[in-house]
Nanobody
Framework: QVQLVESGGGLVQAGGSLRLSCTAS????????MDWHRQAPGKQREFVAT???????NYAASVKGRFTISRDNAKNTVYLQMNSLKPEDTAVYYC??????????????WGQGTQVTVSS
């Protein structure tokens, strides 16, 4: 089995910064794309950012220029540096990863989420 655990969420004032981390552990052979998604109260989960194993990135328009996704392949960890935070960034942030396990099956795994609250 594979587990993804997020950390780094919290309460911050508008204009502030937070850095989220997500580490994968378990029966991992390799990890392809790693993503961040978020879900605000009463809204559907939405894509935030993605990074390939080689480091290519893509962002939602709403966060481009403010958020930066990065990863450390040796640590099976993905990060999300969030700057210039706005109240509308308030949400539960989830990481996801495409993992090939040691049994060579490829599956999407999700973390349990970390709360980010931005006060105005």
């Amino acid at each position: 089995q594979v587990q993804l655990v997020e950390s780094g969420g919290g309460l911050v004032q508008a204009g502030g910064s937070l850095r989220l981390s997500c580490t994968a552990s378990g029966s991992i052979f390799s990890i392809d794309d790693m993503d961040w998604h978020r879900q605000a109260p009463g809204k559907q989960r939405e894509f935030v950012a993605t990074i390939t194993r080689g480091g290519s990135t893509n962002y939602a328009a709403s966060v481009k220029g403010r958020f930066t996704i990065s990863r450390d392949n040796a640590k099976n960890t993905v990060y999300l540096q969030m700057n210039s935070l706005k109240p509308e960034d308030t949400a539960v942030y989830y990481c996801a990863a495409v993992v090939t396990t040691t049994s060579r099956s490829m599956t999407d795994y999700w973390g349990q989420g970390t709360q980010v609250t931005v006060s105005s």
